[in-house]
């Protein structure tokens, strides 16, 4: 990756990296000093991140752990509900990541086993009425909900086995 990708692709995401951050640290300067080491880090390792498919959460995993790391290890002192607040706000945002990703899986799918997840899985209706729906016998409605859930449950594995090693780096 040379100068001109790497402004492109990773230092444009800086404003956001620096939002993220404050909100963990409550400081503008820690903020700063988060992402201008993040970058420094990143440009290192320039070659490396070509190979991460979405660098906007790469960037953002690792601004949330320098964060986390430097509130350990950086003996800076929140009160009890500061420290509950960050979590609960972590919680949310990781949240809603996962369910971006499911929403990804689901979309990847193939029509019919699209259609039956989403009637059944996000509107709620029965196998009956999604046969009907679908004008589809009720055994193939089953088959394809379980196939569609069975694909979707293995990219979520293998979201969450890719986040476990890139946390572990």
Not at 8 to 24: D, G, Q, S
Not at 94 to 118: A, R, S
Not at 127 to 150: C, D, F, G, K
Request: net charge negative; glycine share 2%.
């Amino acid at each position: 990756m040379n100068q001109e990708t790497f402004k492109n692709t990773v230092f444009i995401l800086k404003n956001e990296m620096y939002r993220f951050a404050k909100r963990f640290v409550m400081s503008s300067d820690e903020a700063e000093d988060v992402v201008q080491d993040l970058m420094i880090k990143f440009w290192q390792k320039k070659d490396e991140l070509e190979q991460f498919g979405n660098l906007k959460s790469y960037a953002l995993k690792a601004v949330r752990n320098e964060c986390l790391n430097r509130l350990k290890h950086h003996d800076v002192k929140l009160g009890f509900a500061d420290m509950q607040l960050h979590r609960s706000e972590l919680y949310s945002m990781e949240i809603n990541n996962l369910k971006e990703h499911i929403i990804g899986f689901i979309n990847q799918l193939p029509e019919k086993q699209k259609m039956v997840i989403h009637l059944k899985d996000v509107e709620e209706y029965e196998v009956s009425e999604i046969s009907e729906m679908l004008e589809m016998e009720e055994n193939a409605v089953r088959v394809n909900l379980m196939r569609a859930r069975q694909k979707v449950k293995e990219q979520i594995s293998q979201l969450m086995n890719y986040e476990q090693r890139s946390i572990s780096r």
